[in-house]
């Protein structure tokens, strides 16, 4: 079969997730934020997928109605779903965005090795005290699946963060960083090392190929940090975290309600620029998923006539 048909028959997609939506920006900008999304990835010649459970049922792809519902979040009912969060929702006909941990266990169902976000969740401030760790981590350790986002939120502790992905056997790969480059998702750098960088998408997917073929259950993460003209100011930004911070420990915020909490207050604190740096990274971080699931299928296209022989 030629090469051509074959590509079209497995036409690269990119998982995309919910909670985002749902929780993680403000209505309307979200919806926009959906559709930039599912833009920028066909740009590339992949296709979007985003995931959510509605009344029960498992979407991959939302119409643009079901995209504004769950983009209403709370005032539409609509839950924050973790993996294991899954099979009850849907046994009992719940609504509910999709965290990074859902999404991973759902496209690696559905064969999507590509998935792309804002910052995955990790290990919170303070978790010493409260054990609060997010599940993605454990997910990235369970799933095949590369998640480029632009590390994981600077509301946490980053450094507890890489620790735990390195407990976990998570490889994090950056995208054209420096060795203290994991990125703090609102700016480039966290001053953390970061030993792994790569500066081109065919050699990612190289590194996704030859760790697949090693740990083939294994998540990657894909550090790719905020484009330098939508960076925030460090000191800002440490500062809005701070009061924020502050303001969730008297309200006593826990749990599934923080990560929400702490981004819409940065969102007042900052004056909307936390929102403008997450909608842009996100969309950095779609291109370059995009980019990255054709050049997987580019790859396998041309592996497989080899393969055949072999077997
Ligand atoms: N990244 C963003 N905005 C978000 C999230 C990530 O830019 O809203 C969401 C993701 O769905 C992630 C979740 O999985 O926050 C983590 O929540 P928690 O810390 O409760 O695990
Ligand atoms: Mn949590």
């Known amino acids: 079969m030629p090469v051509v048909t074959r590509l079209k028959e497995r036409r690269p997609s990119v998982a995309l997730e919910s909670t985002i939506y749902a929780f993680g920006l403000p209505y309307p900008k979200n919806v926009e934020l959906g559709w930039k999304l599912a833009r920028t990835i066909a740009a590339t010649g992949a296709e979007a997928k985003t995931f959510a459970v509605i009344d029960g049922d498992l979407k991959v792809g939302l119409s643009d109605e079901e995209l504004d519902r769950i983009s209403r979040g709370d005032a539409a009912g609509v839950l924050k779903l973790n993996a294991s969060d899954l099979g009850p929702a849907m046994a009992l006909g ?53 998640v480029v986002s632009a590390g994981a939120k600077a509301i946490l502790d980053l450094g507890a963060t890489l620790e735990r992905l390195e407990t976990l056997g998570v490889p994090v790969i950056g995208f054209r960083t420096t060795q203290t480059g994991f990125p703090a998702f609102y700016t480039r750098e966290s001053g953390l090392p970061l030993a792994l960088s790569v500066d081109d998408v065919p050699t990612l997917a190289r590194v996704l190929r030859a760790h697949w073929r ?50 819409r207050r940065l969102d007042e604190h900052t004056e909307g620029r936390s929102v403008e740096a997450n909608v842009a990274l996100a ?29």
């Open 94 to 146: 719940m609504t509910g965005a999709t965290t990074v941990s859902a999404t991973m266990a759902l496209a690696a169902g559905a064969k999507v090795r590509v998935f792309a976000t804002g910052g995955i969740g990790g290990v919170h401030r303070g978790a010493k005290e409260t054990f609060d760790e997010s599940q993605d981590l454990t997910a990235l350790a369970r799933y095949p699946v590369a």
């Open 214 to 263: 090693i740990h083939p259950n294994v998540g990657v993460l894909i550090a790719n940090p905020i484009p330098a003209e939508h960076a925030l100011d460090k000191a800002v930004v440490d500062e809005a975290i701070e009061v924020a911070l502050r303001e969730a420990a008297a309200k006593g915020v826990r749990g599934k309600g923080l990560t929400p909490f702490l981004l």
């Open 283 to 311: 969309e950095n971080n779609a291109h370059l998923g995009g980019e990255l699931a054709v050049a997987l299928a580019r790859m396998q296209a041309d592996l497989d006539p080899e393969e055949k022989t072999q077997s």
